[in-house]
């Protein structure tokens, strides 16, 4: 849920995966690194959605790989034909290009959640970083904002049924919010958490609270900053919970039915990060019946969502199909963040947002 810090990439047994910086030489493998380079090429899969890799971003790769070869994949074929010589792995992470790259020494996703890539990469000695922090946070918050303001302000049961009539107009307008008298809790204070609450300031909420495991500083934007062990004491209390957690063995189904039945009534969960945080068929159960205000999801746990999901067409409900990191400035933040850790590999640093072993994200 924040920046890495260094000392990440730990096995449960506290013992350093070999290759990493802190490893007992890994001032002599830094200094190998700076002399001869990566020892192979660098593999540089675009990803369609969110890093295609325009004519400028590959010599901006290039220059930061230097004097090591950049090959550049635009299909899987390409991926798989340059795979068994890489030694870094840059974009489009998949598993079948994962198993035919024997000599792989630390992979970056362009995206924040890869709790899929380190169950497939398993015990293999291969570091792995995923796009997080800042680079994905303002375009979440955004999203999470109009998913929740589609719901407060009518504008879906408005698209949903358009009608210029007194009596649809009444409706609406009687079920519509203002933020002013009302509490907010972001679930995780990373990155994206960070940004959500700086946006619910904005929109004058009457408090905010975060939850955070990590030992952190709140900052201006939130009135109180709590450990999970804290969560069934807020929940409650909460008119609207905005799920910007990772997934992880922790948070799994994080929002259970038992959580869900403490929930105030009315209250709209937002989920801009993993279906696999919220126990679905719960959710369903409390939107149904009236319990929960509504729900802003852009994602589910089984993607895509059904054609016949109730979801879709539940009043109380704006699905989105996982669109929230969609941003215009997403790919040159990640190629950025790429290039940055090619120096930092080669000065045998800390790698930025590199995933921790101990705590799955």
């Known amino acids: ?17 070999a290759g990493h910086g802190g490893s007992p030489d890994g001032a002599a493998r830094a200094g190998d690194r700076a002399r001869s380079g ?50 870094v792995l840059f ?12 000599k792989l020494r630390w992979v970056q996703s362009v995206g924040a959640g890869v709790d899929r890539i380190a169950r497939h990469l398993g015990d293999r000695d291969v570091r792995l970083v995923s796009a997080k922090g800042g680079i994905v946070g303002a375009h979440l918050a955004e999203h999470a904002f109009a998913l929740l303001l589609a719901l407060t302000r009518g504008i879906a049961a408005s698209l949903r049924e358009p009608a210029w009539t007194d009596p649809h107009r009444i409706e609406i307008r009687a079920r ?44 201006p934007d939130v009135d109180e900053l709590i450990a999970p062990d804290r969560l069934d004491e807020v929940l409650p209390t909460a008119d609207v919970v905005v799920l910007t957690v990772p997934l992880t063995p922790a948070t799994r189904q994080l ?22 945080l919220i126990d ?16 802003g999801l852009d994602v589910v746990v089984d993607e895509p969502l059904a054609a016949d999901d109730p979801l879709w067409h539940l009043p109380n409900v704006v699905v989105t199909p996982h669109i929230a990191g969609g941003s215009p400035r997403r790919a040159e933040r990640v190629v950025d963040q790429f290039c940055a850790n090619l120096h930092h590999w080669r000065a045998g640093e800390p790698l930025l947002g590199e995933y921790d072993l101990t705590k799955g994200y």
């Open 280 to 295: 679905e068929a719960a959710l369903r159960d409390a939107l149904v019946d009236g319990r929960l205000g509504g729900a």
């Open 176 to 219: 519509q919010w203002e933020f002013t008298d009302r509490t907010m809790l972001v679930v995780g204070y990373g990155g994206a958490g960070r940004a959500v609450a700086r946006r619910a300031r904005g929109f004058e909420f009457a408090r905010i609270v975060a939850v955070e495991p990590e030992s952190v500083e709140p900052g």
């Open 38 to 87: 990566f020892g192979g090429p660098v593999l540089a899969a675009a990803h369609e959605l969110i890093a295609p890799l325009d004519d400028a971003q590959i010599a901006q790769i290039r220059a930061a790989a230097a004097p090591d070869e950049v090959l550049v994949a635009r299909d899987r074929a390409e991926q798989l034909r340059y795979a068994p010589d890489a030694v």
């Open 255 to 276: 929002l259970d039915a038992r959580r869900i039945a403490t929930m105030k009534p009315g209250a709209i969960v937002v989920n801009v990060s993993r279906g696999g």
């Open 1 to 17: 849920m924040s920046a890495t810090q260094p000392g990440r990439g730990r096995r449960p047994d506290g013992a350093v995966r």
């Open 91 to 102: 974009g489009d992470v998949q598993p079948e290009v994962l198993d035919a790259a024997p």
